[in-house]
């Protein structure tokens, strides 16, 4: 039961122009997500969050959007760069009252390629 | 100011035996927590140590057992291999519990034969 689903396995972008990766959960439960990128041989890196109290996020080029009915988020890259080039990874948790955020479910990624 | 360490960076073992892999946490981090990432896949949470315990898992079978040390570092063990074990395993290091923005190690690509 996959409950983060990024439905588009690759993204193709040209340098400048907007990159949008989308991102949509199942679970009504999770309230917080977050945007991993990775490159290869290398782990995920994190790079934005937004808590469900919040719908929209942002951070020097990146933003991300969320849309809480619809169960759906989005992450914008504004401009992006030929080094934005990865695979990135949509995640979602839920506050637990025995500790906190402490699983994190992720999507199947989306490989972003931005053309110079 | 190292970060996530992992070890081995490979590994290849037979079907049917056991496998043990480590990680060290990036410095002033406390909790770990290990993933396992199939090939066109997104990681899957294998399971989170805090405080020496394991404080929550996820849908993977008994022969997936983990330890943190008093120094915070912590080992996965997998026993009674299968092929399907074959993946990436990723390590990743937060603090007080929260498994969220963690950083992550390179993995330990294990491979089962």
């Known amino acids: 039961d996959q409950q983060v689903k990024q439905n588009s396995p690759s993204l193709s972008v040209q340098e400048g122009r907007i990159s949008i990766l989308n991102c949509d959960y199942t679970?009504?439960?999770?309230?917080?997500f977050l945007w991993y990128k990775k490159y290869p041989a290398e782990g995920p890196t994190f790079l934005i969050s937004i808590s469900s109290i919040k719908d929209k996020n942002e951070d020097g080029r990146f933003t991300v959007f969320l849309n809480k009915s619809a169960k759906h988020l989005s992450l914008h890259i504004v401009p992006s760069q030929p080094g934005d080039s990865a695979v990135y990874f949509c995640?979602?948790?839920?506050?637990?009252?025995?500790?906190?955020?402490?699983?994190?479910?992720f999507g199947t990624g989306t490989k972003l390629q931005v053309i110079p | 100011d190292a970060g996530v360490t992992q070890s081995p960076t490979h590994l290849i073992k037979t079907r049917g035996q056991q496998v043990t892999l480590r990680c060290s946490p990036k410095?002033?981090?406390?909790?770990v927590s290990w993933y396992q990432q199939a090939l066109g896949q997104g990681p899957q949470f294998i399971f989170q140590y805090y405080e020496e315990e394991e404080r929550q898992r996820g849908n993977f079978p008994d022969r997936f057992s983990g330890h943190q040390f008093p120094n915070y570092s912590s080992e996965l063990n997998v026993n009674a291999l299968l092929l399907g074990d074959s993946a990436l395993y990723l390590c990743a290091s937060s603090l007080g519990g929260r498994g969220t923005e963690a950083f992550f190690g390179q993995g330990t690509r294990l491979t089962v034969v």
């Open positions: 410095s002033g981090h406390d909790t």
């Open positions: 995640a979602a948790s839920r506050f637990m009252n025995s500790g906190g955020y402490q699983k994190v479910t």
């Open positions: 679970n009504s439960m999770f309230d917080y």
